[in-house]
């Protein structure tokens, strides 16, 4: 018996899947299906049986995968021992996230308690971080709304408020809202195709059956932003992206139908959690997390 004839049972038990199995492991389908006949030839026992598109556990490998869930903890124990080190964390730590200003607030708490990290922050489409973390060329990611495999922890950070970007000199920044219907009068300047802001602010106008008076696509919230004050139109940004600005003026969306905000996540690979940077990294935002759902609390 090894132990990755158990863990490639334990896997496919628990996900129902060879190919998950695979993806958590980082083998090949193949080599978890040798593991798995392997076991099963060494015993003359049939652990699984096809059901549908998936595999079943039969009534030995129910027995069996009691036993090899208890086991995984142990294992799981044995990690988080051998892992942890006597001093704090001080390695390098890689963050990819298309939320830079989020990423940015964890590591500045980050390394007010860890402040020998050496720390990398860089800019990344959803799939682009979830594709350097199974890489494994970035340690953790900061996204919104990611659709991964169960290879990667998902924990959720935070929301973030979608909000109308206007010039200071405009009607608009009289309201404590921007109504969403009042697109139907205005220029808006829409981000790059990929953006997650043109993606969300497009779906509320759909549901609620919105169209604007002009579109102008420009790359970039800089370069919009600088657009929206010299008059060109208004847009939309996350909260994070409304930087203090004497020419600009926000206001949170307001829809009668639709989503009109994000949910931020920390990604990171379950087989890396331990590892000392990355845990420090989901310890920190979990306390601002934590801080700021009490600051909400008693507002």
Not at 51 to 67: K, W
Not at 113 to 127: C, F, G, L, T
């Amino acid at each position: 018996m090894h132990y990755q004839q158990i863990r490639a049972f334990h896997l496919v038990a628990r996900e129902g899947s060879v190919g998950r199995a695979a993806e958590i492991m980082g083998l090949s389908q193949p080599t978890v299906s040798q593991h798995l006949k392997g076991l099963e030839g060494r015993y003359g026992l049939r652990l699984f049986e096809k059901r549908g598109r998936g595999l079943a556990l039969t009534e030995t490998g129910r027995e069996l995968a009691n036993v090899t869930d208890r086991l995984m903890e142990q294992v799981d124990a044995i990690e988080n021992i051998l892992t942890l080190r006597p001093k704090s964390a001080a390695g390098r730590l890689r963050v990819v996230s298309d939320s830079p200003p989020i990423a940015v607030r964890i590591v500045r708490h980050l390394l007010n308690e860890h402040p020998d990290i050496d720390v990398s922050i860089r800019k990344a489409s959803v799939d682009d971080a979830v594709e350097a973390l199974m890489a494994l060329r970035a340690d953790v990611g900061v996204v919104v709304e990611p659709l991964v495999g169960t290879s990667l922890e998902i924990l959720p950070f935070g929301i973030e408020r979608l909000f109308a970007c206007f010039p200071a000199g405009s009607g608009l920044v009289r309201n404590s809202v921007f109504p969403l219907e009042l697109v139907s009068e205005q220029t808006i300047i829409l981000r790059e195709k990929q953006s997650r802001t043109r993606a969300l602010i497009e779906r509320a106008m759909g549901s609620n059956d919105l169209v604007p008076g002009r579109v102008i696509e420009i790359e970039g919230a800089e370069v919009v932003r600088e657009a929206v004050a010299n008059g060109l139109g208004i847009s939309f940004f996350s909260e994070s992206e409304c930087p203090p600005d004497p020419r600009l003026g926000y206001a949170p969306v307001k829809a009668r139908r639709g989503k009109t905000s994000f949910v931020e996540y920390v990604l990171l690979r379950r087989d890396r959690r331990h590892v000392p940077e990355i845990k420090a990294f989901s310890t920190a935002a979990q306390i601002l997390r934590h801080g700021a759902e009490a600051v909400a609390k008693r507002d």
